[in-house]
């Protein structure tokens, strides 16, 4: 399963509140996928092997959406995601329907060792436009051997999560830098890997 990336680098794969709230949950066993204590007391079982809760989205009438990261399997060559569902939407899907998302990080060509990957990701009030968001600054080497830049968004509005890619002026990371100061936004630090064979 590719992991779904910003549209602009399709041609490199198939498809491209706080944590503290619902405390770091982490799966002990990388061979037993991931609970989820929620705020009501109820558990909810993930499809996520080794997961990590990084934090939530805020919703109005509905659970939030829990920002997760993991694999959908133990012993293979998938590389850790990032995740973002609520239980409200039902029971995760299997690893070819659930959506995932880049980890941040570099990654390289796991053949060649060459960078073909970049991203930083961000989440909370990170950018005016883009309120209770995940944002990917990423660049990704194109099928035309150059590097592109990209900022995608995950959002929840109306309590759907909308995920895009911003388009004309990108955001400058200054104005997320902006936001990490003043508390409204987090970094989530990133990883560096080869692709996935």
Known sequence: MAICRSLLFIALTVCTATAQQVGEQRTTSTD??????????SKFKTTLYGMKVIGQLRTTKKVPYFILSGTTCTECDENVSIYIHSPSDGPMQNEAEQRRFAYPGRETDYETGQPVYEAKMFFGNCLAAHLNAVIWFERGLGE??????????????????LVSELHGQLPKLTEVQDAIRNGNCRKLPGIDGPSEP
């Open 32 to 41: 037993v996928a991931g609970v989820l204590n929620l705020p009501d007391g």
């Open 144 to 161: 035309d051997k150059k590097w592109h830049s990209a900022v995608s968004v995950a959002e929840v509005k109306d309590d759907k999560l």
